[in-house]
């Protein structure tokens, strides 16, 4: 099927969204955390790092906008996210592709999604909200022409959020591109099942994705949260992946506004463990 270029809807889509909309400007929210965290590596030098972030949230007339700045050795400006809203059209610049909403995942500190790195879908789009169960997308990457289909359904039922999202790229070649992604969150007496299946193919090589976690408030200060992620399918044709699985496990402490925290990270390749400890506090 032949690439679908976007450029020109996003610029007519702009374009009549500022003639259309009365710009009114709002109050931005700050929020974030400070605090200092410790990782200690399986192979490799350890290292001491600040968990300083800010973000600033705000809508200015018909646009979103989601700011984070961050020091350390990774800090600077990220534009998480920046969108239009019209009705039930939204455009722009999303904080993940629409596929990966109903992937649900547990609570970990350190949260290496690995199982959903699989290069389908992307975060730059235009979605329709056909009610508050069902969005469509069209998805593209920064700087590319190739797009993506995708539409994700997600409900509550007898206590269960379910989940399916559907994507399918849009390319030149005679490739298969498409997956499928199902996933439950579920309660277990206190505690809470979160878990996603991911199948499909890109490149034409096999996608087989999994992820299941819990998370377990023990009491209203200690709470336990478990992940493992494992990415499957092929590297190329007819050879599987190998030691993409990663698990961890963290344990969360509040003492009045700071929150201690101490997390191990489990890798099936070899010399990639580490754990983390630290304290944060949110504003």
Do not use: H
Request: proline share 1%; no cysteine; net charge negative.
């Amino acid at each position: 099927m032949k690439a679908i270029k976007l450029a020109s809807v996003f610029a007519v889509s702009a374009l009549a969204a500022a003639i259309s909309t009365t710009t009114i400007a709002a109050e931005p929210t700050f929020k974030g955390t400070a605090g200092l965290e410790y990782k200690s590596m399986d192979k490799g030098s350890d290292a001491a790092a600040s968990r300083g972030e800010v973000n600033i949230i705000g809508t200015v007339g018909s646009v979103y906008f989601d700011l984070d700045m961050e020091n350390g050795s990774d800090g600077g400006f990220d534009l998480d996210e920046i969108y239009v809203t019209q009705g039930a059209v939204q455009f722009g610049d999303f904080d993940g592709t629409l596929l990966d909403s109903v992937a649900y995942s547990a609570g970990v500190e350190e949260d290496d999604d690995v199982a959903k790195n699989d290069d389908f879908g992307t975060d730059l789009g235009i979605r329709y909200a056909v009610n508050d169960s069902l969005k469509v997308a069209l998805e593209v990457k920064e700087g590319d022409n190739i797009g993506s289909l995708a539409v994700a359904y997600s409900t509550n039922y007898a206590g269960l959020t379910l989940g399916v999202s559907a994507g399918y790229e849009m390319s030149d070649d005679d490739k298969a591109d498409q997956v499928v992604t199902a996933g439950v969150k579920a309660p277990l007496g206190m505690a809470t099942l979160s878990s996603f299946v991911r199948i499909g193919s890109k490149d034409d090589l096999d996608v087989m994705n999994t992820g299941i976690g819990i998370d377990l408030p023990v009491s209203e200060q200690l709470t336990l949260a478990a992940q493992y992620f494992t990415r499957g399918g092929e590297a190329s044709k007819g050879v599987d992946l190998a030691d993409q699985g990663v698990t961890e496990v963290t344990a969360y402490y509040a003492v009045g506004d700071v929150k201690y925290y101490a997390s191990m990270v489990s890798y099936e390749a070899k010399n990639k463990d580490y754990s983390v400890v630290g304290a944060k506090v949110s504003f």
